[in-house]
Nanobody
Framework: QVQLVESGGGLVQAGGSLRLSCAAS????????MAWFRQAPGKEREFVAG????????SYSDSVKGRFTISRDNAKNTLYLQMNSLKPEDTAVYYC?????????????????WGQGTQVTVSS
């Protein structure tokens, strides 16, 4: 089992940057495939980015590709999301999620563990 705690959210102007972190408990972080999801008010939760347990393969939604970068440090049990060129439509609560398995799925139901979320607000 793994517990996830996100941090790094906040208020930023359009065009700015933020880096989210997700700290994981337990000694098996390196065996989990990880992902970031987000949910804006009145909208469904959507996949943002994912990374395999080894860190060697990543996936992004079309809406963030080229602006966001997902990474992980297995020695520190931490997942990151570097967000650049932020837009007002990136405003949402961002969640990290973990699943035991090799593949990065874009559906939230494929993930077993979730953090509590961190709010990102981008002003225009």
């Amino acid at each position: 089992q793994v517990q996830l705690v996100e941090s790094g959210g906040g208020l930023v102007q359009a065009g700015g940057s933020l880096r989210l972190s997700c700290a994981a408990s337990g000694r098996t972080f390196s065996t989990y495939t990880m992902a970031w999801f987000r949910q804006a008010p009145g909208k469904e939760r959507e996949f943002v980015a994912g990374i395999k347990y080894s860190g060697g393969s990543t996936s992004y939604s079309d809406s963030v590709k080229g602006r966001f970068t997902i990474s992980r440090d297995n020695a520190k049990n931490t997942l990151y999301l570097q967000m650049n060129s932020l837009k007002p439509e990136d405003t949402a609560v961002y969640y990290c999620a973990a699943r035991g398995g090799t593949y990065v799925y874009t559906t939230g139901t494929s993930y077993d563990y979730w953090g509590q979320g961190t709010q990102v607000t981008v002003s225009s």
